[in-house]
C-alpha cells in the first residue's frame, strides 16, 4: 500500500509538477462515495474541519470551499502502456467537467490531465472505451480522446453544441455520438484521425435525449430519444439522414432504448420494460417481433455513471472514492484484495443555496457530489456529511429545518439539536427524516415556504423528466398529512417558481413557463395566483407583465405589499388587496441580472426586517417607502445564489465557496 501517494498533474505545456503529501488530512470533509460494480452509494463517515476565512475587504469575507472533494463522471478499468492496471476518471467540480485522472492500480500513483479545452460548467454525460483502448467523451461542444498507452489527449475537435448522451463504437471502429439538445450525430475514426460533424438530424421542439446508441453490422446508427416522447431514429452515414422508426402512435413519454445484439443487428423498444414490443433493427429498416432475447455485444459505454470495473487480468475495481481517495481492486483468483491511497485536484462542489439553521449555522447542500454542509460562523468549523439527494432548497420553521431534495420531489425535515442519524426512506428515527416525495408532480424543487403558522410547509418545483407542468406540496406537520396540487388545478403547463405567504391563510405564488427536464414549454407566458390555503382553490390568476417568463422570486414586506423580480430584471411591487401592480422597475440595466439558481433566494431579511436583494454584481438595499433600491456593496466576486441574514452578515454562495458581508451597524 502506497503511503506517500504522488499526483502528476500535466499542465497545456505539457509540463509536470509532482506533489507528496507525506500526511493526508484526516480531518477533510466528507463521506465515503463509493462505486461498486458499476453503483455509486453513499457511507456515513462524518467529518469536521476548522479553516481560516479570508477577508476580501469592504466588508466581503470568504469562508472556504463547502465541499472540497469531486465527483466522477465515467470510471473505467483498463492497462497503460506498460501493461499495468490502471483507473481512469474523468473529474467534475463545480467547473464541469475539468480533467481526466489515471490511477496505477498497483501504487496509487496518479496523474491528472487538464481537459484541452474550457469546460464551461458542462461535463460528461456519456463516454466509452473503445477496442483499441482509447477514452472518449463529448461535451461542451468538445470531442476528446485520451490515450493510456501515450498517457496524453491524443484528438481534440470542436462540434455542434453540446454535450453526447450517448455513444458507441461500430464494427469498423469508429467512434459515434448523439448529442444533447437537439440529436446532433458526430463520428471518428481513430485511424484516419477524421471527425464528421453532421449536425444535428432530429428536431423537436424540446431538448432531447439520447441515451442509448448503437450501430448494426451494415454501419447504419440508431440511437433512441426521450423523455418528452419516446422516438427511435436510424441514421443513414451516407446520407447524413435519420428517419423516425416509430409511428406518433407508439410514442410514449420516457427513454426509448436501443442496443446491439450479437447477430449484427440492433433491436429497440419505445420504453425499456419487458412489456414493450421490440422492433429488429437493420440496414435502416424496421420490423416488430415478439418473443425477443437480447444478447448484446459487450460494448463499454454508458452515461455519466459508467463504472467498468474489469481489468484485462481479471481484477475487480471493488471500491474507487474520491472523497477518501482511496482505491480496493480484488483479485478473484487469489481472493485476496488492495487498496492504495491516491490523490488529485478540486475545487469543491457546486453550492445549491443556504439558509441560517436553527443551530446557528449557515447549512445548505452541494451537488455532484451530493452532500450536505453546515458551516459555524463562531467557531469557524465545517461539518460535511452525505446527502440524501440534491438539497435544492431549504427553509427553516422553529426549531426544524427543511430541505427540498432533487430528484424525486422529496421533503426531509432535520432536527439540528439531535444526532445526525442517516436518512432512509419510509425508516422512523433517521435525522433528517424522510417525509414525503410527490414526482411527478414535483421532480427539481424550487422553492420551500415555512409558513408562519408554524405548522405547514409548501413546497413548489418543475415535475419529472419529459412532463410540463408542476405543482404544489402542502405539508401539515401537525397532522403529517399532505395535499399535492397539480399543474391543472393551478395554473397548467406551468410550474410555480416563487410564493409568498399573505394574511387570511391565502398565498401568492409566480409562475415559470419552463418544463421539467427533457419537457415540451408549452406556455407563452408566466403567470401569477393567489390559492387559498383553506380550500387549496385558486381565486385568483393574472398575466402581470406580458411576455415575461418566470417570476423569479418573491417576499411579503411588513406593511402587506409583496416585493418581486421577474426574469431576474424586473423589480415590482404588488398590492394583494387590490390585484395590481402598484410600481415596476427594470432594474437590469442598473444592477445587472439577479442570483439565478435553482432556488435563488433572492430577497434576504435583515435583523429589522429590512430587506435586500442579491444580485450578481453586489448586494442592494429596498427603501419600502419610496421602492428605491441602492446598491451598498458591490461584491468582489459574482453572487450566484443566496442567501440568508445571521449575526449582522449576510450569505451568498459563489461556486463551491461561502462568502458572507458585514453590514454596517
Not at 490511477?103 to 461535463?123: C, H, N, V
Not at 471502429?173 to 446532433?184: D, F, H, K, L, R
Not at 403558522?453 to 406537520?477: H, N, V
Not at 466576486?637 to 443566496?642: D, E, K, L, R, T
Amino acid at each position: 500500500m502506497s503511503r506517500t501517494p504522488t499526483l502528476t498533474i500535466h499542465d497545456s505545456r505539457s509540463t509536470r509538477v509532482s506533489c507528496r503529501h507525506q500526511d493526508r488530512e484526516k480531518n477533510s470533509c466528507a463521506a465515503r462515495h463509493l462505486f461498486l460494480h458499476g453503483t455509486s452509494f453513499f457511507v456515513g463517515l462524518i467529518f469536521s474541519i476548522s479553516l481560516s476565512s479570508q477577508d476580501l475587504g469592504k466588508g466581503f469575507s470568504d469562508h472556504g470551499v463547502a465541499s472540497p472533494i469531486s465527483n466522477h463522471r465515467g470510471t473505467v478499468a483498463t492497462t497503460d502502456g506498460d501493461g499495468r492496471n490502471v483507473v481512469l476518471v474523468w473529474l467534475f467540480d463545480y467547473r464541469g467537467g475539468y480533467a481526466l485522472l489515471m490511477i496505477d492500480a498497483e501504487t496509487g500513483k496518479s496523474e491528472e490531465f487538464p481537459l484541452p479545452f474550457a469546460p464551461g460548467r458542462d461535463t460528461p454525460y456519456s463516454s466509452i472505451l473503445s477496442s483499441e483502448n482509447k477514452f472518449y467523451t463529448l461535451f461542451n461542444g468538445n470531442f476528446v480522446e485520451f490515450d493510456p498507452v501515450r498517457r496524453a489527449f491524443t484528438f481534440h475537435h470542436t462540434t455542434m453544441p453540446k454535450m453526447a448522451m450517448g455513444m458507441t463504437e461500430d464494427d469498423n471502429g469508429i467512434i459515434w455520438a448523439v448529442t444533447y439538445p437537439n440529436s446532433g450525430v458526430v463520428s471518428y475514426n481513430p485511424y484516419t484521425s477524421e471527425i464528421k460533424d453532421y449536425g444535428y438530424v432530429y428536431r423537436q421542439n424540446w431538448l432531447q435525449y439520447q441515451r442509448f446508441v448503437a450501430a448494426d453490422d451494415s454501419g447504419w446508427i440508431y440511437f433512441a430519444v426521450g423523455n418528452t416522447a419516446s422516438q427511435i431514429i436510424a441514421f443513414d452515414p451516407v446520407s447524413g439522414q435519420g428517419k423516425p422508426v416509430l409511428q406518433e402512435p407508439s410514442r410514449k413519454r420516457g427513454m426509448a432504448y436501443v442496443y446491439r445484439n450479437m447477430n449484427g443487428k440492433v433491436y429497440g423498444q419505445a420504453l425499456q420494460d419487458p412489456k414493450e414490443d421490440w422492433y429488429e433493427l437493420h440496414r435502416g429498416n424496421a420490423l416488430k417481433v415478439s418473443g425477443h432475447d437480447p444478447r448484446p455485444k459487450e460494448i463499454i459505454t454508458g452515461s455519466q455513471s459508467l463504472f467498468h470495473v474489469r481489468f484485462p487480468d481479471g481484477k475487480i475495481i471493488q471500491s474507487c472514492d474520491l472523497v477518501e481517495r482511496k482505491l480496493v481492486v480484488a483479485d478473484s483468483k487469489t481472493g485476496n484484495t488492495r487498496d492504495v491511497r491516491f490523490e488529485y485536484t478540486s475545487e469543491g462542489a457546486w453550492v445549491m443555496g443556504v439558509a441560517a439553521a436553527p443551530d446557528g449555522t449557515i447549512s445548505g447542500g452541494t451537488a455532484f457530489p451530493m452532500r450536505y454542509f453546515g458551516y459555524d460562523p463562531r467557531t469557524n468549523t465545517w461539518v460535511n456529511r452525505p446527502a440524501y439527494g440534491q438539497f435544492n432548497t431549504v427553509a427553516r420553521q422553529g426549531k426544524h429545518f427543511f430541505f427540498g431534495v432533487y430528484p424525486h420531489g422529496i421533503l426531509l425535515e432535520w432536527d439540528p439539536f439531535k444526532p445526525w442519524i442517516t436518512t432512509e426512506k419510509n425508516k422512523p428515527g433517521t435525522n433528517p427524516l424522510y417525509l414525503t416525495d410527490v414526482s411527478p408532480v414535483i421532480n427539481r424543487p424550487h422553492r420551500l415556504v415555512a409558513h408562519p403558522d408554524k405548522k405547514t410547509i409548501i413546497m413548489s418545483g418543475t415535475p419529472e423528466y419529459g412532463y410540463t407542468g408542476g405543482g404544489l406540496l402542502i405539508w401539515d406537520r401537525e397532522k403529517n398529512t399532505q395535499t399535492v396540487l397539480k399543474d391543472t388545478d393551478i395554473i397548467p403547463n406551468q410550474s410555480t417558481m416563487s410564493l409568498a405567504v399573505l394574511p387570511k391563510r391565502k398565498l401568492l405564488g409566480g409562475t415559470t413557463t419552463s418544463p421539467g427536464t427533457g419537457g415540451e414549454k408549452k406556455a407563452e407566458e408566466a403567470e401569477v395566483y393567489i390559492i387559498d390555503m383553506m380550500s387549496k382553490r385558486v381565486e385568483w390568476r393574472s398575466v402581470l407583465f406580458p411576455g415575461v417568463q418566470e417570476y423569479s422570486d418573491m417576499c411579503t414586506g411588513s406593511g402587506g405589499l409583496v416585493y418581486g423580480i421577474a426574469d431576474k430584471k424586473k423589480f415590482f411591487v404588488f398590492d394583494p388587496e387590490k390585484k395590481k401592480v402598484v410600481h415596476e422597475y427594470d432594474v437590469g440595466e442598473l444592477f445587472g441580472p439577479t442570483t439565478a439558481e435553482q432556488s435563488p433566494r433572492i430577497f434576504v431579511f435583515g435583523p429589522e426586517k429590512e430587506i435586500y436583494l442579491l444580485f450578481v454584481k453586489g448586494i442592494v438595499k429596498l427603501d419600502p417607502v419610496s421602492f428605491r433600491l441602492e446598491m451598498i456593496a458591490e461584491s468582489p466576486v459574482p453572487i450566484q445564489a443566496g442567501g440568508d441574514y445571521f449575526e449582522g452578515h449576510i450569505y451568498f454562495v459563489n461556486g463551491s465557496h461561502l462568502y458572507s458581508y458585514k453590514l454596517n451597524d
